[in-house]
């Protein structure tokens, strides 16, 4: 029994060894639990251009319901001017990739609107992540949509630091405007381009043009879209220009062109579809959804 | 309270005198080396190399050890080899010593159950698919490694009888009609002849009903049990008593299926990430947040309180000697060699402590939680984390969480010691090491 002191030392030594290291694995256990975490809520959030009301993605909705045949929940935003937010239908209970549109009340086109509807877009966005808690989402936008987000990632998206953007789809969106010159930059290009540095350095942009003859599609100039890659190259992780031919490629109809609705289902929806309807793609966009952390 | 103590001990005695019970004890003594240097390589596999022990993470293994690929494939085979085959040597030694007691071919009659216990887990489906490729293992390996003790002392017993008295009746039958003795090799080989007869009627029968063999069905049963367990204290109180005793019969591991990647704990993770803490998380009481956090220290029957009730309260030199040998396996959940070595198992005195203190442990877990006095355990935590430091882990370093793994603690070895104590009397009988 004499012996004693040193087995009690002994333990205590071992205690120590084991209860400090342990101490400093679980903080860095647990930030990385919360930087890795992913809320399965996963929502997409349309914008859609101007002059078009909440309702504009209907028909595309309904047509990626039919063909993904998942709910699809979708939740109608409309901000007043005034950034009063006012909401149309529900995101179901269990869905987990709803639908969320956020329109304007003032719809109208031109450089200063769409700040103010980046600034509104802001509004929303907030509240809808303080009501739902998700804090990763992908976006879609038709036409001046893909601006107002545009703005909005560069603007306002670092106010809001735990929600990351995953996927970025513009559809038509005239990065410069209804010019067609490719030397000369409008308003919002310029500063597009001078706060491309802003952009968040993991997300995936896909610019979809469509084009009725080889120079627009009836109202946006094939050159205005392609702008976009002075935004986006080199500047976020992907930037994937694809161009859309064919039936239905005026500028109003691309929304629920087939084309671009197995594109949408394909890039921003992460759906695996047929080869037959599969966009080729040599290097697939890399996943960040395996990198989930590793549970013991 | 003496004269109850005073019955369980008579009933110890009892239960000792049993040839089966002898061959059993037996038949652990001889396996306990071989476990416990086991013990020691899957405390350095599971716990220090593998990428999900504690060790590993907590002492960043991986990126200041080199060729870890090396260490951990090496430790590996040795402990696909033993471990993988602990039920076989088991299924020999019941077998051996059985024949030993009925004074006929103790080896010859191992050697037969060994195989007998092969049979009945030789994967039947894979038989007939023809040798295209490696399509399936000829074995169910998992049945032979721990999970499969159990199995093995029975067939071990079965074949121990069946043999040693088969030989018997041979040899006087042959002497009889046949005024010769029968030679060893007839003796042997007539009777192993029989017994593998029996042996894959049955097993092939089984595989008929159920893939994966006879342990398989127990352990299906088991799973569905468990899988529902739901989040009612009393179920879950019920599941792992019943678990427990199962462990006891050497019916090792089906408890398992509990653990971090079930779906409750990770909606508790989410919500604990979002919010900060385990306070008011979906799915307070939970089998993962009771029984792994509480009332599984050492692994099932919180061996790690039998240890240290053994350190302070029993005077058996062997038992002291196993508490020492098998404490660093304890402390990483790994307690099969003080489940054979002591022995716990189909020990009529350790049996009630053994599922009485998780038992407790979870109903005090139960009302601390539920009292919320301390928060559920929402982060994972590996498998080899010493068991009183689980909770605290768990919840993110919540200190009443530590408090409250103590009080289990303090309450198992109080519940472990008088029942130490009573085998103190245990006569000259060696069990073990």
Redesign the interface.
């Known amino acids: 029994m004499r012996h004693n002191w040193w087995r009690w030392g002994l333990v205590l030594i071992a205690i120590l060894v084991v209860f400090i290291p342990s101490q400093l694995w679980l903080k860095q256990r647990i930030t990385q639990y919360k930087s890795n975490y992913r809320t399965p809520l996963n929502p997409t959030i349309m914008v859609p251009g101007s002059s078009a009301s909440q309702n504009r993605f209907d028909a595309l909705i309904t047509q990626l319901r039919k063909e993904t045949k998942r709910t699809h929940s979708v939740l109608k935003v409309q901000v007043a001017e005034n950034g009063r937010i006012t909401y149309t239908g529900s995101i179901k209970r269990g869905d987990n990739q709803p639908f969320i549109v956020i329109a304007f009340e003032n719809n109208r086109d031109g450089y200063q609107n769409i700040n103010k509807q980046a600034k509104w877009l802001n509004l929303a966005f907030k509240d809808l992540v303080k009501t739902y808690r998700f804090n990763h989402f992908s976006m879609l936008g038709h036409s001046n949509g893909g601006l107002i987000l545009s703005v909005f990632l560069e603007k306002y998206l670092a106010a809001t630091p735990r929600v990351t953007p995953e996927r970025l789809m513009t559809i038509a969106t005239p990065y410069n405007m209804e010019s067609d010159s490719t030397t000369k930059q409008t308003a919002i290009l310029r500063e597009l381009i001078k706060g491309r540095k802003r952009l968040p350095k993991k997300l995936t942009v896909y610019s979809v043009a469509g084009t009725e003859n080889y120079s627009s599609d009836g109202t946006v100039p094939a050159n205005s879209v392609n702008q976009g890659k002075y935004v986006f190259q080199n500047q976020v992780a992907h930037y994937t220009q694809i161009t859309v031919t064919g039936d239905d490629t005026t500028h109003s109809d691309l929304p629920q062109n087939k084309q671009i609705v197995l594109l949408i289902r394909q890039f921003l929806l992460k759906e695996t579809l047929p080869s037959k309807d599969r966009f080729p793609v040599t290097t697939q966009p890399q996943s960040r959804d395996a990198s989930d952390a590793d549970l013991p | 309270m003496v004269g109850w103590l005073r019955e369980l001990w008579r009933l110890n005695q009892r239960v000792g005198q049993w040839r089966a019970m002898r061959a059993v004890r037996e038949a652990l003594r001889v396996a306990y080396p071989f476990i416990l240097v086991m013990a020691f390589v899957d405390v350095i596999g599971q716990g220090f190399l593998s990428?999900?022990g504690?060790f590993f993470?907590?002492?960043h293994v991986g990126s200041w050890l080199p060729g870890i690929d090396l260490w951990r494939q090496s430790l590996q085979a040795v402990s696909v080899v033993v471990n993988g085959l602990v039920a076989v040597m088991v299924a020999f030694t019941t077998g051996h010593y059985l024949a030993k007691i009925y004074r006929t071919e103790p080896l010859a009659v191992g050697m037969m159950s060994a195989l007998a216990f092969l049979t009945l887990n030789v994967n039947y489906d894979a038989l007939g698919q023809g040798g295209h490729g490696d399509t399936d293992a000829n074995f169910l390996e998992v049945n032979l490694g721990p999970q499969g003790i159990f199995l093995a002392i029975l067939v071990g017993l079965g074949v121990g009888w069946l043999a040693s008295h088969l030989m018997r009746w041979l040899a006087t039958w042959w002497l009889r009609h046949r005024q010769v003795t029968l030679s060893w090799t007839g003796r042997v080989a007539w009777t192993l002849t029989v017994v593998l007869g029996l042996t894959v009627a049955v097993g092939y029968g089984i595989s008929w009903l159920v893939d994966g063999g006879i342990n398989n069905l127990v352990y299906l049963a088991l799973q569905t049990l468990n899988t529902n367990v739901g989040h009612q204290g009393l179920r879950i109180l019920a599941v792992t008593a019943v678990s427990n005793c199962l462990w006891w019969l050497g019916l090792i591991g089906p408890i398992d299926v509990a653990g971090?990647?079930s779906v409750t704990s990770l909606q508790n993770?989410?919500y604990a990430?979002?919010h900060g803490s385990g306070w008011g998380a979906p799915y307070p009481v939970t089998l993962h947040t009771l029984s792994d956090a509480y009332a599984n220290f050492g692994g099932a029957g919180m061996t790690l309180a039998l240890l240290i009730a053994v350190w302070i309260g029993s005077r058996q030199a062997s038992y002291r000697r196993v508490a020492n040998q098998t404490f660093l396996p304890n402390l990483l959940n790994l307690n099969e060699p003080t489940l054979l070595g002591l022995p716990v198992l189909f020990n009529p005195i350790l049996f009630i402590p053994f599922v009485m203190a998780p038992a407790v442990n979870i109903a005090i877990a139960w009302v601390a939680i539920t009292w919320k006095l301390v928060p559920p355990i929402v982060?994972?935590?590996?498998?080899t984390?010493?068991g009183p430091?689980v909770a605290y882990?768990g919840t993110?370093?919540d200190w009443r969480a530590l408090l409250l793994s103590s009080v289990c603690l303090v309450v198992s070895v109080l519940i472990y010691l008088p029942f130490v104590r009573l085998l103190n009397d245990e006569g000259s009988v060696d069990h073990a090491a």
């Not at chain 2, 982060?379 to 498998?383: A, D, I, K, L």
């Open positions: 990428k999900s504690f993470q907590v002492y971090n990647s993770l989410a990430v979002q982060y994972p935590v590996p498998r984390t010493p430091l882990l993110g370093g």
